[in-house]
């Protein structure tokens, strides 16, 4: 199946060019376009895209603004910024943009671009019954209680916490446990040795990473040893990571 992909741009010109750039690519599709902010967000929540190439400035709306909507909806959506302001680079980034293009376009750094997209394909997250968490004190298990069922999960056993279709889904190496708590609830109950939250989008047991590679700039991902997941770290949390282990 192609990657899906929107253009955000208010100049029907440069729309076209990405297109035709992209599509170059068989393992690419372009499934929507527009040239407003309102509807970047209906788009993307209709049509679910991997990719998004999006302007700086959009019909005197804020690209940044857009980005951060939509890494709230899907934090693992490849955000490329498409401008001509080389000021914005660093505000882009702490969006944890993907990847940051000026016009006017080199074809070849667009390819390039998305090649490195197609390098780090991954399989569709699974759904799952909403529920709700709770900490149980004294036993080192968190209980997860659904509508008419209760999980224990062993705290210990966790390797991962992602928000993720607007829930949080833990992780372990047999199951997956989705709850309406926030990250930050969760985070609160666990030991800030073992876990770390990576980013503002994932939780991670340092002890189960299996390798840490660059996405994107300023931006890595982690593998872990017993889950076929991986997760996003900032590159100060990085920094982090090889402080422990120094």
Known sequence: MAIKVILV??????????????????EFQVVGECDNLADAVSLFARLKPEVVFLDIEI?????????????????????????????YMSEAFEVYAFDYLIKPFDIERVERTLDRILSLQEPEPLDHLDKIVRY????????????????????????????????????????????????????????????????KSYIINVSKIKKIEPYGRWTYIVAFKDIDKDALITADKYEEIKKRFS
């Open 136 to 199: 149980e004190r004294g036993l080192d298990r968190l209980l997860v209680k659904g509508r008419e069922s209760m999980s224990f999960v062993d705290i210990q056993d966790i390797i991962l916490v992602q928000r993720e279709n607007n829930s949080t889904v833990i992780y372990t190496k047999q199951d997956s446990f989705t709850t309406s708590a926030g990250l930050g609830d969760i985070e609160a109950k666990l030991d800030p040795d073992v876990f770390l939250r990576s980013h």
């Open 59 to 87: 019909n005197g709306a804020s690209g940044i603004d857009c980005a951060k909507i939509i890494a709230d909806m899907e934090p693992k959506t490849k955000i490329v910024f498409a401008t001509a302001h080389s000021e």
């Open 9 to 26: 741009e208010d100049e029907s010109g440069i729309r076209m060019l990405l297109k035709k750039i992209i599509e170059k690519k068989e």
